[in-house]
């Protein structure tokens, strides 16, 4: 490992004074530098190491060549690097502005929205920042104070002091007083809505631009709530921690830490000089330095007389995940809880359009719930997907899925561009059967097979409590394996596949076939000879009610499904086999049938462990659980 001092990014802002460079040692040569950017991965002003062998390299290079690793465990859930420090130096007033959450900021920008904290690192003696406002206004008195610029009337004028901090929640208006220099740690983010300010023009000599109608979608109007305690730190929150520490040279003159594998930490230095020591190397620091140690960097010592930030991520409170089913006619959604359960859910129809404008729709949907129940994106660990069809897992691309005619399509890409957080992908079976495996009929069991009986026919394999991907891409395709040698035509070119024999669509197929040889069949009475209305109930339905035709359609449809998973019994020998899909709502009417016939098929007989037959506990959640549990 290695500790790693950082050069900023410099930002000349119209507001801005010339401290940074006075004080704080930072090299730029122009009159104004408001901003530094001290530990940034950001695109907009990247942070770049100034010392050691990678010396030269901007931050995001580093972490690109040694790895994610080194951001630590508290650190998967975050596709990009999560936070941005900066030091302010406000000569003047910044603008009157706002930040947007995460999903309304990832659905209009692209990028996560902004959450921060301000410490005081000096100020005037009467300085003041705007935090919040001090009374509650309604959207239209917003707007006019806006227009008539009355706004400053209703804001919070909060008088501040060195030392002092503020914890700007997304939403919350704010502007920072001129004459005062901030640390700020905030979410990785430059977006920003500029709300008013004062009338001032850029370096184009025109005013500057606002961006009213956003700052009114955005905006908590309501005066802020004395925010919770972070003892014992300074700041807390799901992004970023924040310590202070004060070491005096003397009888406080050092500091012993250690860095283990959950986070790394950086160390902004406010006040003073000294040396941080790691694991045999020794650097020298001064007021205005920003120090990074990677995760899992061990024990450290800081010597000297400084004040310092030490800013780390910890780990998240009561995390989520999203997990999202994407079937032939329609696409699930669910967020789950560590528990296996899921908090809430929603579906969209799957449309006719193209893949990447499908995949948008689906994450602006994701995005959408999230905001509904009030979770950020960010308290998510990752993303789960269970698509119909072949997938390569480790690429993230659906490789082909004759059902919803994709191929060749960069899913986990795709929907990394709208949810910024960790993304698997994997055949919507195999989720299916993991969702049962951990949470629905098989979760007792390490071995267990799934089937789904739907629009097509999926199957999904557990050995040893995980899903069986096999050694090539694509994984397992059971609803493919040929049950009647150049028999029905399948949908993915070739003849006699189990899917053609056993799903829903062949089902329904071979009724309709049926129903119109004999018009007396209590099927046609049922969907009223409007055969488009046919599906597996009614079928069922008329089976059990005794219809001899209908009875001979599900006789055989049961003995085709039974052949199908004899084979697979006699290959995997699972402990359970769980049947899944609308024409498992038969329940165990079903099942009941399937489990004697197999046991007739099956190879041993009445000498060999034959698995229960079982309709899936988990239904139609069964595919999102197990893709949430990808993550």
């Known amino acids: 490992m290695a500790i790693l001092k950082l050069k900023p990014a410099c930002k000349d802002y119209i507001w801005g004074g010339h401290r940074l460079v006075e004080e ?58 999560p936070i941005l420090i900066k030091f302010i130096d406000a000569k003047d007033n910044l603008s009157i502005q706002v930040h947007p959450n995460n999903g309304y900021a990832l659905k209009n920008e692209g990028q996560y929205g902004k959450t921060e904290m301000w410490y005081v690192m000096d100020c005037a003696e009467n300085a003041f920042l705007y935090y919040g406002f001090s009374k509650e206004i309604d959207k239209e008195e917003f707007a006019k104070r806006i227009k008539e610029n009355t706004l400053l009337e209703v804001l919070n004028a909060v008088p501040v002091q060195k030392g002092d901090v503020l914890f700007i929640e997304a ?101 003073g000089s000294g040396t941080i020591e790691n694991d045999g190397e020794t650097v020298k620091f001064q007021k205005g330095d920003s120090l990074f140690l990677p995760a899992g960097s061990g024990d450290y010592e800081i010597s000297g007389n400084c004040e310092a930030l030490i800013t780390s991520i910890r780990s998240k409170q009561n995390p989520m995940r999203i997990g999202i ?28 359009i193209s893949a990447v404008e499908m995949i948008d729709k ?50 986990e890409k795709e ?33 267990s097979i799934s089937l ?37 035509p399948c949908t993915c070119g070739r003849k006699g596949c189990l899917e053609a024999y056993v799903s829903a669509n062949a089902l329904v197929r071979q009724a309709i076939k049926a129903a119109k040889e004999d018009k007396d069949s209590m099927i046609n009475d049922l969907c009223k000879y409007e055969y488009d209305y046919i599906d597996s109930k009614i079928v069922f339905k008329a089976a059990k009610q005794g219809d001899k035709t209908a009875m001979l359609v599900v006789n055989q449809y049961i003995h085709y499904l039974s052949e199908g998973i004899s084979n697979m019994v006699n290959t995997f020998r699972p402990e359970v086999v769980t049947l899944n899909g609308g024409v498992s709502g038969q329940g165990e009417y079903l099942t009941e049938k399937v489990q004697k016939e197999v046991e007739k098929l099956c190879f041993g007989g009445k000498h ?14 069964a595919g999102m659980i197990g893709a949430a549990n990808l993550v």
């Open 171 to 271: 939403g919350t208006i704010h502007a920072i007083g001129k004459d005062i220099l901030i640390a700020e740690i905030q979410q990785n983010s430059n977006v920003t809505y500029r709300v008013y300010d004062y009338g001032r023009v850029g370096k184009d000599g025109k005013q500057r631009d606002l961006h009213i109608e956003k700052a009114l979608a955005v905006t908590s109007r309501v005066p802020l709530m004395k925010s919770k305690s972070a003892v014992p730190h300074i700041a807390s929150c799901d992004y970023f921690t924040v310590d202070k520490i004060m070491l005096d040279g003397g009888r406080m003159g050092k500091l012993c830490g250690k860095i283990g594998l959950d986070s790394f930490e950086s160390i902004l230095i406010l006040e």
């Open 24 to 81: 704080y040692h930072k090299e730029y040569k122009g009159n104004v530098l408001a901003e530094t950017w001290e530990l940034s991965c950001h695109k907009d002003g990247p942070s770049v190491i100034a010392n050691g062998k990678d010396a030269g390299k901007t931050l995001a290079e580093y972490i690109s060549c040694y790895g994610k690793e080194i951001l630590g465990e508290n650190c998967r859930r975050f596709q990009e690097f």
């Open 452 to 488: 789904t009986l739907g629009t097509g026919v999926g199957g999904g394999i557990i050995l040893d409590g995980k899903i069986f991907h096999g050694g090539l891409s694509g994984g397992s395709e059971l609803g493919h394996t040929v049950l009647v040698a150049d028999g029905e």
């Open 608 to 621: 060999a462990k034959i698995p229960r037959i079982l309709i899936s506990e988990l239904g139609n959640d």
């Open 362 to 411: 689906i994450a602006n949907r994701v995005l959408e719930l999230l905001e509904e129940q009030e979770i950020s994106i960010d308290t998510c660990n990752g993303v789960g997907i269970g698509c119909a069809g072949m997938i390569d897992s480790k690429e993230g691309i659906v490789l082909y899925s004759n059902n919803i005619g994709w191929e060749n399509i960069e899913v």
């Open 415 to 447: 929907i990394e561009k709208k949810l910024p957080i960790p993304v698997y992908l994997a055949n919507d079976a195999d989720c299916a059967a993991l969702g049962e495996a951990v949470a629905g009929a098989a979760r007792h069991c390490k071995n």
């Open 325 to 352: 089913d994407i079937g032939g006619t329609k696409v699930k959604i669910g967020i789950v809880d560590e528990k296996q359960k899921i908090v809430a859910k929603t579906e969209i129809e799957m449309e006719k």
